[in-house]
Protein backbone atom coordinates (compact mmCIF):
# COMPACT_ATOMS: atom_id res chain seq x y z
CA UNK A 1 0.00 0.00 0.00
CA UNK A 2 1.09 3.28 -0.49
CA UNK A 3 2.28 5.86 2.11
CA UNK A 4 2.50 9.36 2.67
CA UNK A 5 5.53 9.00 4.96
CA UNK A 6 9.34 7.39 5.22
CA UNK A 7 9.83 7.27 8.72
CA UNK A 8 6.82 8.06 11.36
CA UNK A 9 7.35 9.26 14.41
CA UNK A 10 4.67 9.65 16.95
CA UNK A 11 5.43 12.40 19.72
CA UNK A 12 4.03 14.64 22.36
CA UNK A 13 5.11 18.20 21.64
CA UNK A 14 5.93 20.66 24.45
CA UNK A 15 2.12 22.18 24.49
CA UNK A 16 0.83 18.57 24.99
CA UNK A 17 -0.46 17.51 21.74
CA UNK A 18 0.24 14.61 20.21
CA UNK A 19 1.48 14.60 16.82
CA UNK A 20 2.76 12.07 13.46
CA UNK A 21 5.81 13.56 11.92
CA UNK A 22 8.24 12.40 9.24
CA UNK A 23 12.49 12.21 10.52
CA UNK A 24 15.29 11.33 9.17
CA UNK A 25 17.07 10.42 12.58
CA UNK A 26 17.05 7.10 14.23
CA UNK A 27 17.00 8.24 17.69
CA UNK A 28 17.59 11.57 19.80
CA UNK A 29 14.98 13.58 19.00
CA UNK A 30 13.57 15.44 22.42
CA UNK A 31 14.15 19.05 21.57
CA UNK A 32 14.46 18.52 17.50
CA UNK A 33 11.62 20.40 15.58
CA UNK A 34 10.21 18.07 12.68
CA UNK A 35 7.61 18.27 9.54
CA UNK A 36 4.26 17.18 10.92
CA UNK A 37 1.10 15.56 8.97
CA UNK A 38 -2.54 16.12 9.91
CA UNK A 39 -4.71 13.01 10.62
CA UNK A 40 -4.70 10.28 13.89
CA UNK A 41 -3.36 7.23 12.74
CA UNK A 42 -1.21 6.49 10.60
CA UNK A 43 -2.93 5.28 7.39
CA UNK A 44 -5.03 8.04 6.81
CA UNK A 45 -2.44 10.86 6.91
CA UNK A 46 -1.78 14.64 5.23
CA UNK A 47 1.56 16.30 4.65
CA UNK A 48 1.30 20.02 6.53
CA UNK A 49 4.02 22.34 5.88
CA UNK A 50 3.85 22.56 10.18
CA UNK A 51 6.78 21.79 12.63
CA UNK A 52 6.24 21.19 16.46
CA UNK A 53 9.25 20.10 19.06
CA UNK A 54 9.17 16.62 20.34
CA UNK A 55 8.84 16.53 23.94
CA UNK A 56 8.41 12.82 24.56
CA UNK A 57 8.25 9.79 22.01
CA UNK A 58 5.49 7.82 21.88
CA UNK A 59 3.55 4.42 20.89
CA UNK A 60 3.89 4.60 17.29
CA UNK A 61 0.15 3.23 17.26
CA UNK A 62 -2.72 4.42 19.75
CA UNK A 63 -4.05 0.94 19.92
CA UNK A 64 -3.94 -2.25 18.10
CA UNK A 65 -6.59 -4.58 17.35
CA UNK A 66 -4.01 -7.04 18.39
CA UNK A 67 -0.86 -8.59 17.81
CA UNK A 68 -0.54 -11.93 16.16
CA UNK A 69 3.02 -13.92 17.61
CA UNK A 70 5.29 -16.11 15.89
CA UNK A 71 7.09 -19.13 17.64
CA UNK A 72 10.13 -20.50 16.22
CA UNK A 73 10.58 -19.03 13.01
CA UNK A 74 14.49 -17.96 13.06
CA UNK A 75 16.04 -21.14 12.10
CA UNK A 76 18.92 -20.92 14.72
CA UNK A 77 16.44 -20.59 17.76
CA UNK A 78 14.48 -23.74 16.00
CA UNK A 79 18.13 -25.74 16.87
CA UNK A 80 18.36 -24.19 19.76
CA UNK A 81 15.25 -24.64 21.40
CA UNK A 82 15.70 -28.62 20.18
CA UNK A 83 12.35 -28.69 18.27
CA UNK A 84 11.02 -29.71 15.35
CA UNK A 85 11.35 -27.68 11.62
CA UNK A 86 7.10 -26.57 11.73
CA UNK A 87 5.62 -27.20 8.92
CA UNK A 88 3.26 -24.21 9.28
CA UNK A 89 3.74 -21.03 11.18
CA UNK A 90 2.92 -21.46 14.91
CA UNK A 91 0.61 -18.53 16.03
CA UNK A 92 0.03 -16.63 19.31
CA UNK A 93 -2.17 -14.23 20.15
CA UNK A 94 -0.97 -10.46 22.16
CA UNK A 95 -4.36 -8.89 23.40
CA UNK A 96 -4.57 -5.08 22.67
CA UNK A 97 -3.59 -4.23 26.15
CA UNK A 98 0.13 -5.90 25.63
CA UNK A 99 1.04 -2.89 23.74
CA UNK A 100 3.06 -0.42 25.10
CA UNK A 101 5.87 2.27 23.87
CA UNK A 102 9.08 2.10 23.14
CA UNK A 103 10.55 3.71 26.46
CA UNK A 104 7.90 2.80 28.47
CA UNK A 105 8.51 0.87 32.37
CA UNK A 106 7.22 -2.55 32.13
CA UNK A 107 4.90 -3.46 35.04
CA UNK A 108 5.80 -6.46 35.88
CA UNK A 109 3.27 -9.04 38.48
CA UNK A 110 5.39 -10.54 41.08
CA UNK A 111 3.36 -14.07 39.78
CA UNK A 112 4.90 -13.66 36.52
CA UNK A 113 8.19 -15.93 36.83
CA UNK A 114 11.26 -16.40 35.07
CA UNK A 115 11.01 -13.36 32.71
CA UNK A 116 12.36 -13.40 29.15
CA UNK A 117 13.01 -10.94 26.04
CA UNK A 118 12.42 -11.50 22.50
CA UNK A 119 13.60 -9.14 20.27
CA UNK A 120 11.60 -9.18 16.93
CA UNK A 121 10.69 -7.70 13.57
CA UNK A 122 7.28 -6.03 13.64
CA UNK A 123 5.11 -5.70 10.60
CA UNK A 124 2.43 -3.31 10.50
CA UNK A 125 -1.07 -4.07 8.77
CA UNK A 126 -2.24 -0.98 6.49
CA UNK A 127 -5.35 -2.31 5.13
CA UNK A 128 -7.95 -5.24 6.16
CA UNK A 129 -6.69 -8.74 4.85
CA UNK A 130 -7.96 -11.89 4.17
CA UNK A 131 -7.20 -15.20 2.21
CA UNK A 132 -4.29 -13.14 1.09
CA UNK A 133 -3.49 -15.50 -1.89
CA UNK A 134 0.42 -16.88 -2.63
CA UNK A 135 1.58 -15.20 -5.53
CA UNK A 136 0.32 -11.41 -4.39
CA UNK A 137 2.55 -8.95 -3.12
CA UNK A 138 2.80 -8.96 0.47
CA UNK A 139 3.45 -4.94 0.35
CA UNK A 140 0.27 -3.69 -0.26
CA UNK A 141 -0.81 -4.79 2.77
CA UNK A 142 2.23 -3.24 4.61
CA UNK A 143 2.04 0.34 6.45
CA UNK A 144 5.29 -0.08 7.62
CA UNK A 145 8.13 -2.15 10.08
CA UNK A 146 8.72 -1.33 13.72
CA UNK A 147 11.03 -2.80 16.34
CA UNK A 148 9.12 -4.56 19.11
CA UNK A 149 9.83 -7.25 22.28
CA UNK A 150 7.56 -9.82 22.94
CA UNK A 151 8.17 -10.64 26.49
CA UNK A 152 7.76 -13.33 28.20
CA UNK A 153 6.49 -15.29 31.25
CA UNK A 154 8.22 -18.83 30.67
CA UNK A 155 7.00 -20.18 33.69
CA UNK A 156 3.63 -19.88 32.30
CA UNK A 157 4.40 -21.27 29.09
CA UNK A 158 6.11 -24.44 30.41
CA UNK A 159 3.43 -27.45 29.64
CA UNK A 160 2.71 -28.26 32.78
CA UNK A 161 1.09 -24.65 33.47
CA UNK A 162 -0.32 -23.75 29.74
CA UNK A 163 -1.22 -27.44 28.38
CA UNK A 164 1.38 -26.43 25.48
CA UNK A 165 -0.74 -22.94 24.43
CA UNK A 166 2.08 -20.09 24.27
CA UNK A 167 -0.44 -17.08 24.81
CA UNK A 168 -1.29 -16.65 28.05
CA UNK A 169 2.36 -16.62 28.30
CA UNK A 170 3.17 -13.37 26.65
CA UNK A 171 -0.56 -11.55 27.34
CA UNK A 172 0.35 -9.35 30.04
CA UNK A 173 -0.73 -5.51 30.09
CA UNK A 174 2.60 -4.21 28.03
CA UNK A 175 4.08 -7.27 27.03
CA UNK A 176 4.55 -6.28 23.65
CA UNK A 177 6.66 -2.74 23.51
CA UNK A 178 6.95 -1.38 19.78
CA UNK A 179 8.20 1.55 18.46
CA UNK A 180 10.17 3.67 18.07
CA UNK A 181 9.42 4.14 14.78
CA UNK A 182 7.06 3.11 11.28
CA UNK A 183 9.34 2.62 8.47
CA UNK A 184 7.85 2.30 5.12
CA UNK A 185 8.37 -0.79 3.09
CA UNK A 186 9.29 1.62 0.13
CA UNK A 187 12.70 3.22 1.91
CA UNK A 188 14.98 2.12 -0.46
CA UNK A 189 17.97 1.47 2.61
CA UNK A 190 15.02 -1.36 3.86
CA UNK A 191 14.62 -2.72 0.61
CA UNK A 192 17.93 -4.07 -0.08
CA UNK A 193 18.12 -7.50 0.33
CA UNK A 194 14.26 -7.60 0.89
CA UNK A 195 12.66 -11.25 0.21
CA UNK A 196 8.51 -11.70 -0.22
CA UNK A 197 7.84 -8.78 2.45
CA UNK A 198 10.94 -9.40 4.68
CA UNK A 199 13.89 -6.72 4.95
CA UNK A 200 17.35 -7.98 5.28
CA UNK A 201 18.20 -6.43 8.39
CA UNK A 202 20.59 -6.88 11.32
CA UNK A 203 18.94 -7.52 14.49
CA UNK A 204 20.48 -7.22 18.14
CA UNK A 205 19.46 -7.21 22.01
CA UNK A 206 21.05 -5.85 24.91
CA UNK A 207 20.58 -6.37 28.30
CA UNK A 208 21.80 -3.97 31.00
CA UNK A 209 24.38 -3.39 27.62
CA UNK A 210 25.12 -7.02 27.56
CA UNK A 211 24.63 -8.80 23.97
CA UNK A 212 22.10 -11.60 24.23
CA UNK A 213 20.61 -11.96 20.75
CA UNK A 214 22.39 -11.09 17.35
CA UNK A 215 20.97 -12.19 14.50
CA UNK A 216 19.83 -11.09 10.45
CA UNK A 217 16.05 -11.24 9.68
CA UNK A 218 17.25 -13.63 6.53
CA UNK A 219 17.56 -16.16 9.06
CA UNK A 220 13.51 -16.29 9.31
CA UNK A 221 12.18 -19.32 8.39
CA UNK A 222 8.36 -18.46 6.64
CA UNK A 223 8.17 -15.05 4.54
CA UNK A 224 5.68 -12.33 5.00
CA UNK A 225 3.33 -14.35 2.17
CA UNK A 226 3.84 -17.40 4.26
CA UNK A 227 2.20 -15.47 7.08
CA UNK A 228 -0.28 -13.69 5.39
CA UNK A 229 -1.30 -16.66 3.95
CA UNK A 230 -1.78 -18.78 6.98
CA UNK A 231 -3.12 -16.25 9.35
CA UNK A 232 -5.82 -14.41 6.84
CA UNK A 233 -7.20 -18.21 5.73
CA UNK A 234 -10.97 -17.65 6.67
CA UNK A 235 -9.52 -14.86 8.81
CA UNK A 236 -9.33 -10.84 8.94
CA UNK A 237 -6.31 -9.50 9.81
CA UNK A 238 -7.81 -5.89 10.85
CA UNK A 239 -5.56 -2.76 9.70
CA UNK A 240 -3.35 -2.15 12.75
CA UNK A 241 -2.24 -5.08 13.65
CA UNK A 242 0.79 -5.57 14.51
CA UNK A 243 3.12 -9.41 13.15
CA UNK A 244 5.23 -10.23 15.19
CA UNK A 245 7.44 -12.08 13.54
CA UNK A 246 9.84 -14.16 15.55
CA UNK A 247 12.57 -14.02 18.24
CA UNK A 248 16.47 -14.84 16.83
CA UNK A 249 18.65 -17.49 19.09
CA UNK A 250 19.66 -16.18 22.44
CA UNK A 251 16.72 -15.80 24.48
CA UNK A 252 17.61 -16.34 28.34
CA UNK A 253 15.46 -20.04 28.56
CA UNK A 254 18.30 -21.54 26.50
CA UNK A 255 21.46 -19.77 28.12
CA UNK A 256 23.47 -22.05 30.49
CA UNK A 257 22.12 -21.28 33.00
CA UNK A 258 18.91 -19.49 31.98
CA UNK A 259 19.42 -15.70 32.40
CA UNK A 260 16.12 -14.33 33.78
CA UNK A 261 15.31 -10.94 34.05
CA UNK A 262 15.15 -9.22 37.38
CA UNK A 263 13.64 -6.30 38.39
CA UNK A 264 15.72 -3.26 37.05
CA UNK A 265 16.97 -4.44 34.08
CA UNK A 266 17.10 -2.81 30.72
CA UNK A 267 16.36 -4.29 27.85
CA UNK A 268 17.56 -2.65 24.32
CA UNK A 269 16.27 -4.13 21.19
CA UNK A 270 17.83 -2.44 17.95
CA UNK A 271 17.16 -3.50 14.41
CA UNK A 272 19.35 -1.92 11.48
CA UNK A 273 17.74 1.29 9.87
CA UNK A 274 14.55 1.10 12.37
CA UNK A 275 15.70 2.14 15.38
CA UNK A 276 15.94 0.91 19.33
CA UNK A 277 13.49 0.30 21.90
CA UNK A 278 14.49 0.15 25.69
CA UNK A 279 12.28 -0.79 28.43
CA UNK A 280 13.04 -1.46 32.07
CA UNK A 281 11.46 -4.57 33.83
CA UNK A 282 10.06 -3.14 37.07
CA UNK A 283 9.11 -6.19 38.75
CA UNK A 284 5.93 -5.14 41.27
Known sequence: MAAVFNRLL???????????????????????????????????LSPTNKKAEVAEVLCPLPEVPLFYGIGLNYKRHIEEAGFPVPKHPVVFIKPPDALAGP??????????LDMDYEGELCVIIGKDCKNFPIGDDPLEY????????????????????????????????????????????????????????????????????????SSRTSDLLFTLSDLLEHLSRGTTIRKGTIIMTGTPSGVAAFLDPPQW?????VVEVGIEGLGSIRNKIIIE
Not at 28 to 40: A, L, N, P, R, T
Not at 103 to 112: Q, S
Request: glycine share 12%; with cysteine.
Open 10 to 44: RFRDTGGKIHYGETDDLSDWKGKQIQVYSGEVPWD
Open 103 to 112: FEDIPIDRRC
Open 142 to 213: VLGYTVGNDISSRFWQMPSQSGHQHGYAKSFDKFGPVGPLIVSPHVKSIQNGMVDGIPDLALRVLVNGEKRQ
Open 261 to 265: LQSGD
